[in-house]
């Protein structure tokens, strides 16, 4: 397998749209969220191996080939394991090996995955989008359950929930500190 090819079909899966069943003022591709998660694992984790952050780069290029299928369908179904398969697999014939990672670094990642979701939902929300408030639910919610040891993780959950909590009263006349607004 090139090195070409790999990053020529990585340059491509990138392109893919994320929340393709959400009305967005600004489309995200995977390759957006790929980045804002790289830079929140370098941020909140300046102890980050190069396996968690080529992990961060790499964690969604296979929904490029399949599709970014929402978590809820997934779940629904029960089908989240085999998706999964599929784009490793994908990744590996395209020459991309997914790094191993230990558990705390799994753990990390998810939540720099989800806290970038919830800082899109809050953006899209700033812009008078209130689609995204259900998908800000659900970030959140899966961020309030983990464990969140470091202060730094404590610090972007704090600011995070501040928003979720202004957006969820409705209460339009406070938003967008996160932001800077």
């Known amino acids: ?11 491509r899966k990138a ?19 790929s980045h804002g998660v790289a830079v929140i694992v370098a941020l909140v984790y300046p102890d980050a191996s190069a396996d968690l952050l080529r992990e961060a780069l790499f964690h969604d290029l ?23 398969q599929l784009e490793d697999c994908e990744m590996i014939r395209q020459g991309i090996p997914r790094p191993v ?13 989800n806290a970038h979701g ?21 970030y959140m919610d899966w961020m309030q ?11 972007l ?3 995070l929930r501040k928003e979720w909590v202004t957006y969820d009263r409705g209460d339009v006349r406070r938003h967008g500190e996160i932001f800077g607004v």
Request: aromatic fraction near 8%.
């Open 118 to 138: 919830a800082l899109y939902c809050v953006e899209e929300l700033s812009r008078g989008n209130w689609e995204h408030l259900s998908p800000l639910r659900n």
């Open 62 to 84: 296979g929904e490029g080939e399949w599709g970014d299928i929402p978590g809820h369908t997934k779940r629904e179904l029960g089908i989240r394991e085999q998706v999964s």
């Open 15 to 33: 392109r893919a749209v994320r929340f393709h069943t959400h009305f967005c003022t600004r489309q995200e591709t995977i390759g957006h969220h």
């Open 1 to 11: 397998m090139s090195v070409l090819r790999a990053v020529s079909w990585a340059y």
């Open 145 to 155: 359950k983990e464990p969140m040891g470091l202060t730094s993780e404590q610090e």
């Open 157 to 159: 959950f704090e600011a």
């Open 101 to 113: 990672i230990s558990s705390e670094d799994h753990r990390r990642l998810k939540f720099a995955d």
